[in-house]
């Protein structure tokens, strides 16, 4: 009897081990799932901000992009007793260690805000690529709200890595130590009335072809043998690269791209991409919020739906007056958004301006969109 007992004990314990972890779904499933959906009255939600820090990065000489001084942090938000946050923007101060005055935004090259650890989340999030990325700040853009009633939802402690370079492109003699202060504007959902729409956020680019036989992107070539082909390292230092299965770098016909260019010495370049695959959408939905990242003598950068033909949205830029640096570009921000669909194809068209013909003017033109989650 005994003997019976033991194997029944070590068949249930094989068995229990055999079982696989339950699927992930996505975001609205989970939240069904765990909290009551149903609309309360007398609520006073509070906008809470936490605020952090970068290590000093110091600027000596000219600093072009994705060259200067940087400082990667990973850190936590952490409300205790509450469950879940909303994130609904974020805003960048620079601020002189030595002085501890506020300093320019042209030393901004970028300040990136990620998931920290996106595996741990109890839903699956829709981005690929960009490291899971939640907001980049870039020159011209300093801050970042979302529309009223979306947010993105984010366990708590909300674990957060927060990547900041610097930059300088004007003064070849500047020595200046800087500390980056990041802000985060979140939401309790404790205190919420009604859950906000829940967005994720996508990364689209331009791309621009440095090898390879004629014709686009995908455009197939039987005179060349399919392989997988490299990822662009230079762009993914920012945050901005593909797992295995797609490579937005290297089509399977020999044609290779990069994210991150040299301007032609023309007086104008204009680039256009099919943005399709990166977009990745599994169903449709809307766009409600798009921040651009561009470089200096960018003119703008256009979103088109190649299938009805229509401009989307154009982001213009505004150069510095004085010296070289992005001073304003356009963002886009609505309750109702932008509807895009699973069978319809997309375009980013970007305009570099060169006049004076030269020769070392970098370029990057990315569209960070947030969508609403959810089919």
Request: include cysteine.
């Amino acid at each position: 009897m005994r003997i019976q007992i033991s194997i029944f004990f070590l068949l249930l314990v094989f068995f229990n081990s055999c079982k696989t972890s339950p699927t992930k779904s996505n975001f609205e499933n989970w939240y069904s799932l765990n909290f009551k959906t149903d609309k309360k009255t007398g609520c006073s939600p509070i906008i809470y901000k936490e605020y952090f820090h970068s290590k000093t990065m110091e600027i000596n000489g000219l600093a072009k992009s994705m060259s200067g001084d940087m400082s990667n942090q990973e850190v936590e938000i952490t409300d205790w007793g509450e469950d879940l946050i909303w994130i609904n923007g974020c805003e960048l101060t620079i601020i002189n260690q030595e002085s501890g005055k506020e300093e320019l935004k042209e030393y901004l090259c970028h300040s990136i805000i990620n998931y920290a650890a996106p595996e741990k989340l109890p839903w699956i999030l829709p981005t690929i690529g960009t490291d899971k990325r939640m907001f980049t700040l870039s020159q011209g853009v300093n801050s970042l709200s979302l529309p009223k009633g979306f947010a993105i939802p984010m366990i708590v402690p909300a674990s957060i890595s927060i990547g900041n370079q610097v930059l300088n492109l004007n003064d070849s003699n500047l020595h200046k130590k800087l500390k980056y202060e990041v802000s985060l504007s979140y939401l309790k959902n404790s205190e919420l009335c009604e859950k906000p729409k829940a967005l994720y956020q996508q990364a689209i680019f331009v791309t621009k072809k440095i090898e390879g036989p004629e014709g686009g992107f995908y455009q197939k070539d039987s005179s060349y043998a399919s392989h997988k082909g490299d990822r662009d390292t230079a762009f993914a230092k920012c945050g901005i690269s593909y797992d295995e299965g797609y490579n937005p770098y290297m089509d399977p016909y020999g044609r290779k791209y990069t994210g991150h260019w040299t301007v032609a010495r023309d007086s104008v370049e204009v680039i256009k991409s099919n943005v399709t695959p990166l977009l990745n959408l599994k169903y449709n939905t809307s766009i409600h919020y798009i921040v651009v990242h561009l470089h200096p003598y960018a003119h703008s950068l256009e979103l088109i739906d190649k299938t009805s033909g229509k401009s989307l949205f154009k982001a213009k830029v505004s150069n510095q007056k004085n010296g070289i640096g992005i001073s304003n570009v356009d963002s886009y921000s609505s309750q109702i958004g932008i509807p895009v669909f699973v069978d319809h194809e997309y375009q980013l068209i970007s305009t570099y301006l060169n006049p004076e013909k030269q020769k070392d003017i970098t370029a990057m033109a990315t569209m960070f969109l947030y969508l609403r989650e959810g089919e």
